[in-house]
Every structure is written in C-alpha cells, then in structure tokens.
T-cell receptor
Framework: GAVVSQHPSRVICKSGTSVKIECRSL??????MFWYRQFPKKSLMLMAT?????????EQGVEKDKFLINHASLTLSTLTVTSAHPEDSSFYIC????????????FGQGTRLTVV | SQQGEEDPQALSIQEGENATMNCSYK?????LQWYRQNSGRGLVHLIL?????REKHSGRLRVTLDTSKKSSSLLITASRAADTASYFC???????????FGTGTRLQVFP
C-alpha cells in the first residue's frame, strides 16, 4: 500500500512554544490529508481536512488559530500547534487519500506530543 | 457526535479462539472500513466493505454489514498473540470526504 510518513514521532515542548508536525505521502500525490487527535485509549477525533492549495476545513470545536494546517504541495501537509499548553498533549495522526473521496486511507505513524 | 460505537470495549481471549467485534453507526454510509492500531502507532487498513455488500473476507478476517441495522461486525478467526491491538471501524458517508471512527475495541490475545 501507499506510504505516509509523519515526523516527528515524539516531541516534548515547553508551554507557550509552537510545534510543527509534518505529514508526507512518499509514493503518491495526496490531494486530501486529514488530521486526527487521539487521547489515551480513545478513538480518533477528526480535527481538520486539508486540501492542497486551499484552506483547511476544521471540525466543529477545533480552534483554527491554535492548530494551523498548511497543505502547500501534493505530498506535504503540516500541523502547527501554536502556543502549546499541557492540555494539547496528545497523539496526533495524519492520513492521506488518493483522491477527494477517502476510500482507503493511509495513515502516518503518529506523533506523541507532550507539553511540559 | 457522529462517532460510531463499538462493543465490546475490551476483549481478552486465548490464542486459537475467534474474536468478534461489533460496530454501530448513525448515518447512511458509502462504505465502512476496519482498521487496526498497535499501541502508540498509526493505523493499518484491514478491510473495506461497501454499502451494497453484506459480507467480505480477507484471510482470517470476516466482515459483515447490515445497513438496515446500521451495524457491522469483524470476526478474526484462529486468533494469534500478534493480533493483540485496538480495532476501529470507520465510516465514510455520502457527500463527505471524512472518515468517522468508532470508539474501538482493545483486543488482547494470550498465548
């Protein structure tokens, strides 16, 4: 299957700083990427849909100014957690699909963010 | 929330036994997918069943879909310790690009 690489896999940052997480599709062009957040032993909650060349679509309740998403190319989307707080600590996962309809999604390995 | 629900939340079995997980969802769907997640890792796609399909097989996996009841089940036959993971169903609805995940089932297979 297609490969999606997410970097970094783990990051620890201080409160008030910003953290950028990258999601790359390595062997295909991803028109659409998705960002999820997962709390311990919980399911994935969709945060936003990232479309190449246009603004991301955020789910209800997700602060777009806090979670900045940029999808500047067909192989890269980034999620920046701005002015991070301890409550932002979580597991963030991206996925990419081959077209604008999801069908089978390919997931990155996830990023464990810890804000201290 | 549109999130689906899975049961059981947790399941512990011995190697060789079968494991059945159930998923219920709320809206009409285009397809339903099952994913596996090892602890602290990303998700791996297992199987996709379309809304006009009732049953699908892939190796030791068997998935059923009942759109009238808005439910699906995943059966893993002859389980192995390596099957230990969390399993999630996810639905894709018509007119949306999004996958909505269920609450997940944590499966523990003892050797």
């Amino acid at each position: 299957g297609a490969v999606v690489s997410q970097h970094p896999s783990r990051v620890i940052c201080k409160s008030g700083t910003s953290v950028k997480i990258e999601c790359r599709s390595l062997d295909f062009q991803a028109t659409t990427m998705f960002w999820y957040r997962q709390f311990p032993k919980k399911s994935l909650m969709l945060m936003a849909t990232s479309n190449e060349g246009s603004k991301a679509t955020y789910e209800q309740g997700v602060e777009k100014d806090k979670f900045l998403i940029n999808h500047a190319s067909l192989t890269l989307s980034t999620l920046t957690v701005t002015s991070a707080h301890p409550e932002d600590s979580s597991f963030y996962i991206c996925s990419a699909s081959l077209g604008r309809r999801v069908t089978e999604a390919f997931f990155g390995q996830g990023t464990r963010l810890t804000v201290v | 929330s549109q999130q689906g629900e899975e049961d059981p939340q947790a399941l512990s079995i011995q190697e060789g036994e079968n494991a059945t997980m159930n998923c219920s969802y709320k809206t009409s769907i285009n397809n339903l997918q099952w994913y596996r997640q090892n602890s602290g890792r990303g998700l791996v796609h297992l199987i996709l069943i379309r809304s006009n399909e009732r049953e699908k097989h892939s190796g030791r996996l068997r998935v059923t879909l009942d759109t009238s009841k808005k439910s699906s089940s995943l059966l893993i036959t002859a389980s192995r310790a390596a099957d230990t993971a969390s399993y999630f169903c996810a639905t894709e609805s018509y007119n949306t690009d999004k996958l909505i995940f269920g609450t997940g089932t944590r499966l523990q297979v003892f050797p």
